[in-house]
């Protein structure tokens, strides 16, 4: 049976993504985005964590991170997690994980972004479609 290496994550990026565009067109875009957690210790003191979490995007996606997204934004990124190694200027080796998105969202308001990165409609320029009341009957 085959694995399974997923990750999903919502949050907002810690910088403006680093775009490289590699001698054969190829475009790479790196971000970090934090995710943070908030819960009540047992004290009832209110405690937020956040992790950081290394984005890599390649060719399609990387163009649009470059074209959109900035410090501060929202953003659903869905990839592989990756871990390697390299050596600093010093000459160590450092140990990085990473997540190669294949799947991104941009959240939050459309003005936040730029506007529509698949050039439609804003939606108070759509016509909003009526909804039946069957519609609003689900149970989900």
Known sequence: MAGVNKAILIGNLGRDPEIRHLEDGTVKASFSIATSKAYTDRTGEKITKTEWHNIVLWRGLATIAERYLQKG????????????????????????????????VLLGNRNDVGGDPYGGTTRSQEKAAPVSPAEDELPF
Not at 82 to 103: A, L, M, P, W
């Open 73 to 104: 934004k929202q953003v659903y990124i869905e990839g592989e997690i990756t871990n390697r190694s390299y050596e600093d200027k010093s000459g160590n080796t450092r140990y990085i994980s990473e997540i190669v998105g294949d799947k991104m």
